[in-house]
């Protein structure tokens, strides 16, 4: 169980896209739920997205759906977060959790250092 990595963070205009990676090398990822998480200073962490084990069910926050989509691919550990129609209120910090054990318990999993994300107007 490694700490996940993400990737793919950047700088975009509005109305653009950005596709965000996150790796991990532990041999229970496959089985994991993972979850995506945002926030910026001042703000709580906010919910984005996320996906279990089987990637037959995804979630996503009110204010991201129909503009983001998770994906994942466990040959290659990798969990994405695909961001269309960026707006500046997406900009944030982007975080990457898996749980394990599949429970969507994202709180005691583990937590990547995260990947910024700047959306200008």
């Known amino acids: 169980q490694v700490q996940p990595v993400e990737s793919g963070g950047g700088s975009v205009q509005a109305g653009g896209s950005l596709s965000l990676s996150c790796a991990a090398s532990?041999?229970?990822?496959?089985?994991?739920?993972v979850g995506w998480f945002r926030q910026t200073p001042g703000k709580e962490r906010e919910f984005v997205a996320a996906?279990?084990?089987?990637?037959?069910?995804?979630f996503y926050s009110e204010s991201v759906k129909g503009r983001f989509s998770i994906s994942r691919d466990n040959a290659k550990n990798t969990v994405y977060l695909q961001m269309n129609s960026l707006k500046p209120e997406d900009t944030a910090v982007y975080y990457c959790?898996?749980?394990?054990?599949?429970?969507?318990?994202?709180?005691?999993?583990?937590w990547g250092l995260g990947t910024q994300v700047t959306v200008s107007s």
């Open positions: 959790v898996v749980d394990p054990i599949g429970q969507y318990d994202f709180l005691d999993g583990f």
């Open positions: 532990g041999r229970t990822f496959s089985s994991s739920a």
């Open positions: 996906i279990n084990w089987s990637a037959d069910n995804t």
